[in-house]
T-cell receptor, first 112, second 113 residues
Framework: SQTIHQWPATLVQPVGSPLSLECTVE??????LYWYRQAAGRGLQLLFY??????ISSEVPQNLSASRPQDRQFILSSKKLLLSDSGFYLC???????????FGSGTRLTVV | KNEVEQSPQNLTAQEGEFITINCSYS?????LHWLQQHPGGGIVSLFM???GKKKHGRLIATINIQEKHSSLHITASHPRDSAVYIC???????????????FGQGTRLTINP
C-alpha cells in the first residue's frame, strides 16, 4: 500500500537557523510531490511541486527552497529562517489528475 | 484564479444532527476534493468527485458542476467528526500530470455530545 512519511512532527527553531524537512513516499513510482504551508488562521497554500527527480516548480517567492534528490523523496529547506516561516507544513503526493491526493501528517514549525 | 468559498466558517451541533457544509468555486473544474483536518493538523482526503454524489459511511459528498457548488453532508454526527473540513479545486494547467490545488478556508465543525 502507498504511504507517505513526513518528519519531524514538531519543530522549534530560532530565527536565522537552517531548516530541513523531509518527506518520503512508499508504494508508488514517479509520484507528483507537493509542499503546502498553512499559516496560522489561513488556508493551505502551495509552495513547491515536483513532477520528477530534480524538477522543482516554485509557486510563491519566499525564503524556502525544495529539492527532490530521489524519486520518492522531497525536501523543504531554508538557509536562514524568518519569523514569518512559522506554520504548518504538509507534504502531499498524487499520480495524476485522475487520482486523489494523499497528505502527510505535517510538521508544525515555530520560529522563535 | 479560482476563488473557493466555504460556508459556514464555524459550525457547532449536537451529536446525532445532520450536518451540511457548502463549497462554491468560481471557475469550472474537472474534480473537487473534500479533506478533513484533525486537531493535530493531519489531513485526510475524504472524497474526490467530478459529478453526482459519493458516499462513504456517514459522509456524503455532492457536486453540481453547472452551479459550481458542492456540499458535504454528515449523517448521525458524532463528536469524533469534530474537525476542519476543507474543499479544494484544481487550478492552472496540468503539467506532466501535476496540477495544484486551491483550498477553501475550511469549516470548523464541533459536535457536542
Amino acid at each position: 500500500s502507498q504511504t507517505i512519511h513526513q518528519w519531524p512532527a514538531t519543530l522549534v527553531q530560532p530565527v536565522g537557523s537552517p531548516l530541513s524537512l523531509e518527506c518520503t513516499v512508499e508504494g508508488t513510482s514517479n509520484p507528483n510531490l507537493y509542499w503546502y504551508r498553512q499559516a496560522a488562521g489561513r488556508g493551505l497554500q502551495l509552495l513547491f511541486y515536483s513532477v520528477g527527480i530534480g524538477q522543482i516548480s516554485s509557486e510563491v517567492p519566499q525564503n524556502l527552497s525544495a529539492s527532490r534528490p530521489q524519486d520518492r523523496q522531497f525536501i523543504l529547506s531554508s538557509k536562514k529562517l524568518l519569523l514569518s516561516d512559522s506554520g504548518f507544513y504538509l507534504c502531499a503526493w498524487n499520480t495524476g489528475t485522475n487520482y486523489g491526493y494523499t497528505f502527510g501528517s505535517g510538521t508544525r514549525l515555530t520560529v522563535v | 484564479k479560482n476563488e473557493v468559498e466555504q460556508s459556514p466558517q464555524n459550525l457547532t451541533a449536537q451529536e446525532g444532527e445532520f450536518i451540511t457544509i457548502n463549497c462554491s468555486y468560481s471557475v469550472g473544474i474537472s474534480a473537487l476534493h473534500w479533506l478533513q483536518q484533525h486537531p493535530g493538523g493531519g489531513i485526510v482526503s475524504l472524497f474526490m468527485l467530478s459529478s453526482g454524489k459519493k458516499k462513504h459511511g456517514r459522509l456524503i459528498a455532492t457536486i453540481n458542476i453547472q452551479e459550481k457548488h458542492s456540499s458535504l453532508h454528515i449523517t448521525a454526527s458524532h463528536p469524533r467528526d469534530s474537525a476542519v473540513y476543507i474543499c479544494a479545486v484544481p487550478e492552472g494547467p496540468i503539467i506532466q500530470g501535476a496540477q495544484k490545488l486551491v483550498f477553501g478556508q475550511g469549516t470548523r465543525l464541533t459536535i457536542n455530545p
